[in-house]
DNA sequence: AATGGATGCTCAATCGATGGAGCATGATTG
DNA sequence: CAATCATGCTCCATCGATTGAGCATCCATT
């Protein structure tokens, strides 16, 4: 008898309820959307609306919603990669607070490809998407323009662009600190007192371009010029990077590395060494790994204030679509490596 | 003049397109979705729409398209976090899968939060998801009622459940072997023979219950029987395997590390010894972590082999909303490390 | 010249929720 | 007692894309 309705399993709209209870359809929608009171709808229909809707385990049709309201009520997020600690910690704070504001995230990772990036972009404004972050973006500025087309709310995250507000890390600050740091290390632990080397990232890179503006900085302090061999940006790959290591004339003792994934490089170029010359390696990096940190021959990391991005992203999101591309740094923190390593 | 048209920027639809190319929005609709062969449009139309298209950025209101067609094309997962590589990798797998299968991915992260679980299960189904996937769930058949009310197909991801099809690694086998391995270390390295220390997870969560009966029967082969005290479960927190630890009568030396986040907590206490009693350790953990990996007393870690997980479960998708609750078992890989370590 | 078929389109109903406009009914006021 | 107002609803057009059911043309047959 009901094979049917065990099978296919309609899903309980207004209409059912509507008429199972003997009301209209807009006495039901206006119950469940809350706007019941302003619509005159007495306490008694209310609850009885309530009601059976829980029994029918009702779900409104966002979609019919959405398409009415033209807003989704969905805001979306796009991430290059989900294999590092700072674009995961992005993610999760970035759903919980927009859960927090009651709206609904969804995230979508773009494996770094420019195309996918745009792709994805254009997949969340189909969506309706109520306003657009861009995390990471290469090209911030298509997927604002993207945006602009679509009348809809864009930020950047991470890097800036030049068509929407952005927020992003004081990276020339935290490289110049970061720096600092290995250089002290490179002196105490190894004797040590040149230029040392930047590995990971790529130059048409914001980030990467302030990091090596503090790398430099820190160096000119202290007297040290930067030979332009000492900078080798592979690009985002932890196998390029540990290839050019490999490639470097002489063997550098004192790295700053820009990036996990870089990390990932330098640390398996680092373990094809013989362990003395493995132990008179100091290195820092840019970007933080709960692990990473504990490597014997690290001397610090850099963690991006993901919780601080992220509020600051809200309070730009919260001014609206007309926002000017203003752009806001928040510091980064440096985590100092608190165990001493002896030479 | 343009003033509004700047500020609200109405949204390109197919009746903007039929009007500006003086035809019919049907026609634009199935050039647009694809069916305008089967509908006999003409390629010299068909272009021109495409172009005008393309010209005035549209995107299709998905709201609208899968209120008609009753599907959404979207593919909803939930997991637990981004705080480590294997849901890192599990996330972007599943979106490249998912994406190269013509639909579009949601993915949610609740948090290890088993009330946020469900809240973000009930999301997905409002948005109408062709099919939700249930990764590291704490109450996996709860998600299985929820979808079978709204005729939802679902699938179970790395934790099992009992009310749809399940894929899932096999904990067993891959810890008995990762258990050998320690084992071996153990005497090799530190001429230990004893049981060793399992940490982390939790009792109530089957693939911890799997990997405590593959590290006994490894422990049982050897003729060693595993004190009651040797397994210490305190959940999924970092700190709490460290306060563990910590609490143990006798330093333990030997370790079965049960995830990444009990890594941390492991290494912290590692960290808080003199550097003797640390060199005089050996743990291997089930879990991967590029940098984890490369720690000095770590002797090995299980990678959960993600592409074929992923692949099965597309298979098991690809069956449709009436599959039995099978649970499909896929293999694990254990890194050993190459480079042995000297006590 | 009439018939049949292919070609290339258009019309209009539909999906579910929403909300402005309006319609009974009963209570209150001048 | 008519006029006014508040209360508690219902009606129906609407959002944008989809799709079954047509409707003209045009060409090829007989």
């Not at 779900?59 to 398409?67: G, R």
């Not at 927090?100 to 404004?125: H, K, M, Y």
Request: charged fraction near 25%; glycine fraction near 8%; hydrophobic fraction near 40%.
């Amino acid at each position: 008898m009901d094979r049917q309705n065990l099978t296919s399993q309609r899903r309980t709209t207004i209409y059912d309820l509507a008429q199972r209870l003997g009301t209209s359809p807009s006495a039901v929608s206006s119950v469940l959307n809350g706007s019941w009171r302003k619509r005159r709808i007495s306490e008694t229909l209310a609850n009885r609306v309530l009601q059976a809707a829980e029994e029918t385990g009702y779900a409104p049709n966002i979609q019919a919603s959405a398409l009415r309201r033209d807003r989704s009520n969905i805001v979306g997020m796009i991430v290059p990669k989900y294999d590092n600690r700072f674009f995961g910690a992005v993610a999760e704070r970035f759903e919980q607070a927009v859960r927090a504001n009651g709206q609904f995230p969804v995230i979508t990772c773009t494996q770094r490809d420019p195309a996918l990036e745009l792709e994805a972009a254009r997949g969340l404004l189909s969506y309706q998407v109520d306003c657009l972050v861009a995390c990471g973006a290469t090209d911030p500025d298509r997927i604002a323009e993207l945006c602009h087309a679509s009348g809809v709310p864009t930020i950047n995250l991470d890097l800036p662009g030049s068509k929407a507000p952005s927020v992003i890390s004081d990276s020339y600050s935290a490289a110049r600190d970061l720096t600092r740091l290995i250089l002290d290390a490179c002196t105490r632990d190894l004797g040590l007192t040149g230029a040392l080397t930047f590995v990971g990232g790529r130059l048409d890179d914001h980030n990467t371009k302030e990091r090596r503006r503090g790398f430099v900085d820190a160096h000119a302090e202290r007297g040290i010029t930067v030979p332009a061999g000492n900078i080798i940006m592979p690009g985002y790959a932890a196998e390029r990077a540990r290839a050019a290591l490999e490639a470097l004339p002489e063997r550098p003792r004192g790295l700053f590395v820009n990036s996990t994934i870089a990390l990932e490089g330098v640390v398996h170029w680092i373990q094809s060494l013989d362990p003395d010359e493995a132990a008179a390696i100091r290195y820092g990096t840019f970007d933080f790994d709960p692990f990473g940190a504990l490597l014997p021959q690290s001397v610090g990391m850099v963690q991006q204030d993901v919780d601080s991005l992220i509020s600051e992203m809200l309070r730009q999101m919260r001014k609206g679509p007309g926002a000017p591309a203003v752009v806001r740094e928040v510091p980064c923190i440096l985590r100092a490596r608190a165990d001493h390593i002896s030479a």
